[in-house]
């Protein structure tokens, strides 16, 4: 299915990641994932497979309830009554989604504290895309078209992977996330069809959000730390450069059929390969934004760690006198 999957022949990665694992059990396991069984959370299974799974769900978890809150500050602003629920029902899901995530990452026993903890504490990464200011409406209306399509791309691949309580989570979420990119496709077309005004304010959010989401299906392939694991374990079902060049493969076309431009005159695809060429990203600023640098993540951190601060005298009602209550930033 996909074109450039990342390899690692000589299994050097996975050979020094499971140096300590009994041969017998790390055997069985990988015939149960190369014959496409799911792995559930009481299945024997090695210590860096679950180690990368708690790593990727949680991070995804806390990009569904950070994501939440750029769309989140256009409910009380968007341009009429409808707009405004089918808005606000979105914004609801993303948190719903956060919610399953975090069920799917407590099966490998880390604790919701723990993530909570570790996100307001800027321990944890979440998706580069939340940490950019949603500064017009159209830019709404792009985050909930294109970042919603290109999470779909990801997450359609990923249900088929191997870990059972993560791929029903993504099968649900997906089936969500195609109404939000309806909704998305819905705006933009309104807007890009709309008066010069309309029109000039969607172009210039799509100018702003291109590179934020080139970034977002990750590094080059050759750059990615975690890809040949998690693909030899089919966590991942495709590498970060397959994932975006399906992404340019479906979307594009479709920008530009809105007579829509994208700040990039590089890109284009390549008949002969399939592939879409284009200029890469500044990865730089990739890297400062995902390590806390970006123009919102002091003030994403800051919204969330408030949220967590106000709901703590809830949290502490509901726990039972016999347990100790363990609040984060307690
Ligand atoms: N935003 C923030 N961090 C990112 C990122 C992004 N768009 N893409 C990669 N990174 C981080 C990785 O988390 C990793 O950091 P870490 O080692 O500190 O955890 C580092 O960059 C190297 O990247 P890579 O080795 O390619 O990571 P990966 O194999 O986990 O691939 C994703 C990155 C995002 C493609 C993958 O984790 C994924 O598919 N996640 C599930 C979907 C998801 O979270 N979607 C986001 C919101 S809808």
Redesign the pocket.
């Known amino acids: 299915m996909y074109g450039n999957a990342y390899v690692d022949p000589e299994n050097k990665i996975v050979n020094s990641i499971t140096a300590n694992e009994d041969p017998i059990k790390l055997a069985e396991f990988e015939s149960r994932i190369a014959a496409g069984d799911k792995i559930e959370p009481m299945d024997w299974m090695p210590a860096e497979y679950k180690k990368q799974l708690v ?2 769900i949680e ?2 978890a806390h ?2 309830i950070i ?1 939440a809150l750029p769309e989140g500050t256009w409910i009380t602003r968007a341009p009429g009554f409808r707009r405004k629920l089918a808005l606000m029902a979105k914004v609801q899901d993303e948190i719903g989604h956060g919610q399953l995530l975090y069920s799917a990452a407590e099966t490998l026993g880390k604790s919701r504290e723990a993530m909570t903890n570790d996100l307001i504490t800027g321990k944890s ?5 939340f940490n950019y200011p949603a500064k017009t409406w159209a830019d709404s209306a792009v985050i909930a078209w294109l970042i919603d399509a290109g ?1 779909i791309v ?2 359609l691949a ?1 249900s088929k992977g191997s870990y059972g309580p993560y791929c029903r989570a993504l099968d649900r979420i997906c089936a969500e996330e195609s109404f939000h990119l309806k909704y998305g496709h819905d705006n933009v077309v309104f807007l890009a069809t709309g008066t010069p005004v309309q029109r000039a304010m969607v172009q210039d959010a799509l100018n702003r959000w291109w590179e934020p989401i080139m ?5 080059p392939d050759k750059e ?4 040949a694991t ?1 693909m030899r374990w089919k966590v ?1 079902m495709g590498s ?1 450069d397959d ?1 975006r060049n399906m992404f340019l493969d479906m979307y594009v076309p479709k920008i530009w059929d809105l007579g829509l431009t994208l700040p990039d005159e590089n890109l284009h695809k390549n008949e002969e390969t399939g592939r879409w060429e284009y200029t890469e990203p500044n990865w730089e600023v990739f890297k400062q934004v ?1 390590n806390g640098n970006g123009p919102c993540n002091k003030e994403r951190l800051a919204v969330r760690r408030k949220a967590e601060e106000n709901g703590r005298w809830v949290r502490k009602a509901l726990a039972k006198p016999s347990e100790k209550y363990v609040t984060p930033l307690s």
Not at 224 to 227: A, E, N
């Open positions: 790593r990727m991070q995804h990009s569904e994501g990464k979440y998706s580069n895309v999470a990801n997450q990923n970034h977002f299906f990750g590094p990615s730390i975690h890809s998690l991942k970060n994932m995902i």
